[in-house]
């Protein structure tokens, strides 16, 4: 059974770099039928895609938080990585990790989240 | 980006009552298109991907239908445990984006 699990400070002071870990069970993160992502959800509000890491180490980040943006990989652990640096109280959410799988269709691949972690509260505050 | 918008944003049903979602991007995206179902406190749960593929696990009372720029999720005999909030989320291109999501509440 494939389990996700966040982790890292839920409190972070303004300016600081927000820095969490999924831990993932049951698959290794190095398996290539995979990517994994990070997903932020500030309360009462919807989604947002953040990036994605892929076994290679090439990461897609969205453009909106780019340049404060890294995800990474630690294959010995099977962990990924976010770190968000500069945050401020918009950066307030709760933060998921998901894996994305991968379906061969006739005329293409399509990518999916099929399995999240349950979620990490993470608050920007002094 | 492309966007995705959902309609209604909330909606008042019966259990038993079909309810239809849905979900317009701003460029065709062919089938890139998955749905999901958060409820209260939870992560979000995949029902359909690909437009219309159904995720394992998933009860049959779920269609996705669509492709191009509109897609449609059905939920036909609308059950207790459905009420949630639900997301459409393009895989077309990066970044990947969501609907604005869709409250399926109570009458």
């Known amino acids: 059974q494939v389990q996700l699990q966040e982790s890292g400070p839920g409190l972070v002071k303004p300016s600081q770099t927000l820095s969490l870990t999924c831990t993932v069970s049951g698959v290794s993160i190095s398996n290539s039928n995979y990517y994994w992502s990070w997903i932020r959800q500030p309360a009462g509000r919807g989604l947002e895609w953040i990036g994605r890491i892929y076994t290679s180490g090439s990461t897609n980040y969205n453009p909106s938080l780019k340049s404060r943006v890294t995800i990474s990989e630690d294959t010995s652990n099977n962990q990924f990585s976010l770190k968000l640096s500069s945050v401020t109280a918009a950066d307030t959410a709760v933060y998921y990790c998901a894996r994305v799988s991968i379906w061969f269709g006739e005329l293409s691949s399509y990518h999916y989240m099929d399995v999240w972690g349950k979620g990490t509260t993470v608050t920007v505050s002094s | 980006d492309i966007q995705v918008t959902q309609s209604p944003s909330s909606l008042s049903a019966s259990v038993g009552d079909i309810v239809t979602i849905t979900c317009r991007a701003s460029q065709t995206i062919s089938i890139f298109l998955n749905w999901y179902q958060q409820k209260p406190g939870k992560a979000p749960n995949l029902l359909i991907y690909?437009?219309?593929n159904l995720q394992s696990g998933v009860p049959s009372r779920f269609r996705g239908s669509g492709s191009g720029t509109d897609f449609t999720l059905t939920i036909s005999s609308l059950q207790p445990e459905d009420f949630a909030t639900y997301y459409c989320q393009q895989s077309y291109s990066t970044p990947r984006t969501f609907g604005q999501g869709t409250k399926v509440e109570i009458k």
């Open positions: 690909a437009a219309s």
